[in-house]
């Protein structure tokens, strides 16, 4: 392996892992924000955002393995 791919298979780890911490950390923050007046909008916003970021990552993780198993 050269250098470029190496380093091109560390960016790409780095950054499926960043996403995950990011939603996670993204949606940590509004449930606290959520949790200061819990009212049925802002129970809907975290729902929604919630199932949709990690839904995205779910989609690119599973596209990641199929790609993988291509190669």
Do not use: N
């Amino acid at each position: 392996m050269d250098a470029i791919t190496l380093i091109r298979l560390a960016v790409t780890v780095v950054s499926e892992r960043l996403m995950t911490i990011l939603a996670l950390g993204l949606s940590f923050g509004l449930a606290c924000w959520v949790m200061r007046d819990p009212i049925v909008e802002r129970i809907a916003c975290l729902f929604i955002f919630t199932v949709y970021s990690y839904l995205l990552l779910i989609v690119k993780d599973a596209k990641h393995e199929s790609k993988q198993k291509t190669e």
